[in-house]
């Protein structure tokens, strides 16, 4: 049971690590072409009107689909322990300690996704769409919600895991 865990959040993990570089890739292709198009216009006094119509909302969104993708991917390194409650005990209680905080990862993973599944229906039920693109907000909402699923499940998983086995991934100590 444990290997099947391991190997989910495993799978998990680089498939956020994929959508946040895809996302931060596209992010800096769309800043990179708007830049340029602006640059343009202005060397061309205006001849040459290109522009790139709602950059600032589309990197907004990448930007929020990275940040919950790359929180997904790397949630059981992102905790820090705090030395003063932690340096004294064997390093198995110090991992189970790790697995709690990952568990209450997995509490604030579930609710994040319901408020999204629940904006994200209210979103589609009255029609609300982004400001400038025009596009429909309960796609964006369901994603943001799918997301922060998976970082509950990862949370979860490598919490139980932690909890189960005693050994702990890597851990930032504060140094």
């Known amino acids: 049971m444990q290997r099947l865990m391991l190997g989910t959040s495993h799978w998990l993990a680089l498939l956020c690590r994929g959508l946040g570089g895809l996302c931060l890739v596209l992010m800096l292709a769309i800043t990179v072409a708007d830049v340029v198009t602006r640059y343009a216009q202005r060397l061309s006094?205006?001849?040459?009107?290109?522009?790139?119509?709602?950059?600032?909302?589309?990197?907004?969104?990448?930007?929020?689909?990275?940040?919950l993708a790359t929180m997904?991917?790397?949630?059981?390194?992102?905790?820090?322990v705090v030395e003063a409650f932690s340096h004294r005990l064997p390093a198995s209680?110090?991992?189970?300690?790790?697995?709690?905080?990952?568990l209450g990862f997995a509490l604030l993973g579930a609710v994040l996704a319901s408020g999204l599944v629940g904006a994200a229906h209210s979103a589609t039920e009255y029609g609300e769409v982004t400001q400038d693109l025009r596009l429909p907000l309960g796609p964006i909402y369901l994603t943001a919600a799918v997301l922060s699923a998976v970082m509950g499940l990862r949370s979860l998983l490598e919490g139980l895991l932690a909890m189960i086995t005693g050994r702990g991934g890597e851990v930032s100590h504060g140094d």
């Open 93 to 102: 209680i110090t991992a189970r300690l790790h697995g709690g905080y990952l």
């Open 45 to 67: 006094d205006g001849a040459l009107s290109l522009q790139v119509f709602g950059s600032v909302e589309m990197v907004s969104y990448l930007m929020l689909f990275a940040l």
């Open 72 to 80: 997904a991917a790397a949630v059981e390194k992102s905790q820090v």
